[in-house]
């Protein structure tokens, strides 16, 4: 999620589910193919495995981006069809290309083309007035015979005119039951929902009920330990769901290392805000997150002296 996720985010997640395929944010091929590689794809192999997401519309330079990225050692390559952000649209890719899935399917072949990793696509169900079924069925009926291993659906409509990349995320219905059936009319494509899932237990619902996948989003960066719950729910029966103070005592050594390469722990504990959710003591640890860990010069051993705060979940 751009802004919100990153390297050390994707380090904390898989902290609570070590078999959860975790996604980058989406990431612009052109700047790939011409910016700092290392600096946009480097990462932790604590973190594998990852997909990386990839934004654009020009199937030359989605290869290119798929190439680099498949040599960085990531385990999947996703194009992003469904941000509806401004600056996205005027580039002509995200959610508007589900008005073109002719080019989507072309961008899927050129991908598949350079890489042996399996090539998926993340939509909307529809865009502007078009949210009838219809519509995504012919998204569908084009982009999968390009041949790709999934469709990630987040189940709603992108308003492009008029509604913020928020608003998008929240206005438009979510349709679940179009995701439902377009998997059951295609047995054989891995279909996969996103959007509103906050709660284990309706979330591994969609799986009984015949879906291949569940995505989250918001709902795993503010409450890490949903995705605890799922890896047992879904996964493993015998995982235990960590304990706030084992995920900040290994991240104290992961915060270490970053260190050593010059990243300030802000960059890492701004992604622990969710350690606490739902236990007492959420709101001490957050305001120690954000008075104390924020501090520019703070060291990652300052995360021992909230050890004791987070052990008993007591307000400081
Ligand atoms: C701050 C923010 C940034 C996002 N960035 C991306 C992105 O880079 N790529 C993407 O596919 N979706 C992005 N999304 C959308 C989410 O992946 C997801 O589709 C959406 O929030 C609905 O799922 P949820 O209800 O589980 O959050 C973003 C969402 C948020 C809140």
């Given at each position: ?24 944010e ?26 990386l997401?990839?934004?654009?519309c ?22 992003n ?11 002509s ?14 961008c ?11 090539v ?26 390009a ?13 492009l ?54 995505m ?18 879904v ?23 970053c ?18 959710a ?12 954000s ?26």
């Amino acid at each position: 999620m751009m802004d919100w996720t990153d390297r050390h985010c994707r380090f904390l997640h898989r902290l609570y589910a070590p078999h959860a395929l975790l996604y980058t944010e989406m990431i612009v091929a052109a700047a790939i193919v011409r910016g700092d590689v290392r600096q946009l794809l480097d990462h932790d192999a604590g973190e594998h495995p990852v997909a990386l997401q990839l934004g654009g519309c020009d199937p030359a330079e989605l290869a290119k981006a798929a190439r680099i990225g498949t040599s960085a050692g990531y385990a999947e390559i996703n194009l992003n069809v469904g941000c509806p952000s401004d600056r996205v649209k005027n580039g002509s890719f995200g959610a508007c290309l589900m008005l073109k899935p002719k080019l989507v399917a072309d961008c899927v072949r050129a991908m598949r083309d350079v890489t042996h990793l399996p090539v998926t696509v993340k939509c909307r169900i529809g865009i502007d007035a078009r949210d009838d079924y219809e519509f995504f069925q012919g998204f569908a009926d084009i982009v999968v015979p390009a041949g790709i291993d999934a469709l990630i659906v987040h189940a709603r409509a992108a308003i492009l005119a008029g509604l913020s990349p928020k608003q998008n995320r929240e206005i438009p219905p979510l349709k679940y039951a179009y995701v439902h059936r377009l998997k059951q009319e295609r047995p054989e494509l891995t279909v996969v929902l996103n959007g509103g899932l906050c709660d284990g237990a309706a979330a591994a619902a969609h799986l009984s009920d015949g879906l291949d996948g569940v995505m989250l989003g918001r709902a795993a960066y503010h409450q890490p330990a949903l995705l605890a719950e799922l890896e047992r729910r879904v996964i493993d029966p015998d995982w235990q769901i960590p304990e706030p103070w084992q995920i900040v005592e290994r991240m104290i050594p992961y915060a270490k290392a970053c260190a050593q390469r010059g990243m300030r722990l802000h960059s890492i504990t701004r992604h622990m805000h969710g350690v606490m959710a739902g236990r007492e003591g959420a709101r001490a640890w957050r305001r120690f997150l954000s008075e104390v860990a924020a501090r520019p010069d703070a060291a990652p051993e300052t995360l021992f002296s909230a050890l004791p705060m987070v052990k008993q979940g007591l307000a400081a």
